[in-house]
């Protein structure tokens, strides 16, 4: 077995593992706290914020550091032709880079009650719909990774 087969199954793992999780918390935390009373959210938000992060944060970087470093090696060792690696590096990467455009600064105003209480419904709306389009690019490199660690 090579290091790039190698890379490309623990890439797989990886990026399974964190998209599960994500899809996960699509269809079953984000609906109930859809469902709660605006303070019962923040409450709730203050106890279990940092549980999540400590959880989310190395799935995260494990499930977007190996397929960028697989894409890299296989671009390379392919001589510089595009493939499905460089392709899931790509999309992890723009997963990577969504959290920092959306979801670092909403969920500083969550854990800081900064938000205004009356915007709380209409932001968990927004936060679900930038959720969703993270979880469809997981689920697209997720496949792709499969077919490529084949």
């Known amino acids: 077995m090579t290091i790039l087969a190698i890379l490309e199954i623990s890439s797989t793992l990886a990026l399974g593992l964190l998209v599960g999780s994500l899809l ?3 269809m079953i935390l ?13 409450r709730l938000h203050g106890t ?4 999540l992060y ?22 390379v060792a392919h001589n510089f032709t595009l493939n499905a690696s460089v392709v899931v590096a790509l999309l992890t ?24 209480i009356e915007k709380i419904s209409e932001e968990l709306k ?5 959720h969703w389009l993270r979880v469809v ?14």
Not at 48 to 51: C, D, E, R, Y
Not at 126 to 130: E, F, Y
């Open 54 to 75: 400590r959880y989310f944060a190395p799935l995260t970087i494990a499930g977007t550091m190996l397929p960028m470093i697989t894409g890299v090696i296989s671009f």
């Open 93 to 116: 990467s723009l997963m990577f880079i969504i959290y920092f455009i959306y979801f670092k600064s909403a969920n500083k105003s969550f854990e800081s009650c900064s938000i205004d």
């Open 48 to 51: 279990m914020g940092p549980s």
């Open 30 to 42: 984000v609906p109930y706290w859809r469902k709660m009373e605006p303070k019962e959210f923040l």
């Open 24 to 26: 996960t918390e699509a």
């Open 137 to 150: 690019i997981g689920l697209i490199a997720f496949s792709l990774s499969i077919i490529v660690s084949k």
């Open 126 to 130: 927004r936060w679900a719909s930038w």
